[in-house]
Nanobody
């Protein structure tokens, strides 16, 4: 069983900052890319930022220069520092990770194919 648990959402005024965190736990063998997506009411889920195992990053144009994604490979965590927040940043933010899980039993260890895992989502509201 693999779980992603997010934290750090909330309500903030325009121009403010929030830091989201996501921790992966369970029977993890390796984690490849980690990312943050967001979904506003009535809209599709869009990629916000992505970071590779080696630390290469990419951002949606709407957040470049304001958001920063980081990860700690030793702790299986990913963070999203959000600065200069705007009302249009309001959405449910989801953590995503490509994870290879491991299954162990009596006398065997099995490495499962890489799969996409999602957190439960955390609400970010930017409002005065």
């Amino acid at each position: 069983q693999v779980q992603l648990v997010e934290s750090g959402g909330g309500v903030v005024q325009p121009g403010g900052s929030l830091r989201l965190s996501c921790a992966a736990s369970g029977s993890i063998y390796s984690i490849n890319d980690m990312a943050w997506y967001r979904q506003a009411p009535g809209k599709q889920r869009d990629l916000v930022a992505i970071i590779t195992f080696g630390g290469f990053t990419n951002y949606a144009d709407a957040v470049k220069g304001r958001f920063a994604i980081t990860r700690d490979n030793a702790k299986n965590t990913v963070h999203l520092q959000m600065n200069s927040l705007k009302p249009e940043d309001s959405a449910v933010y989801y953590c995503n990770a490509e994870i290879s899980a491991v299954e162990t039993g009596e006398g065997y260890t099995r490495y499962l194919p890489r799969d996409d895992y999602w957190g439960q989502g955390t609400q970010v509201t930017v409002s005065s």
